[in-house]
């Protein structure tokens, strides 16, 4: 993930944070299947997931960012 694909992401959460509470949850959702196709973030937990997160470390801790939020 470069700089500026951070920066993208992290004023797209902050839109979402800002925005209305009644479509947070579905446009938190929605941001973490975008994350996951633009990644290839692994779904299942296993080796699989181990190895993305030591070789992705930023994608995965904004990830993690955006599923804290939801609920």
Do not use: C, H
């Not at 959702?29 to 937990?45: C, H, K, V």
């Amino acid at each position: 993930m470069t700089t500026g694909e951070m920066a993208a992401w992290t004023q797209r959460l902050e839109s979402i944070l800002a925005g209305p509470e009644d479509t947070r949850d579905e446009r938190l959702a929605a941001m973490m299947s975008d994350l996951e196709a633009a990644y290839g973030i692994p779904l299942l937990p296993g080796k699989q997931l181990e190895r993305f997160e030591k070789e992705n470390p930023f994608v995965m801790r904004l990830y993690r960012t955006v599923s804290g939020w939801r609920g």
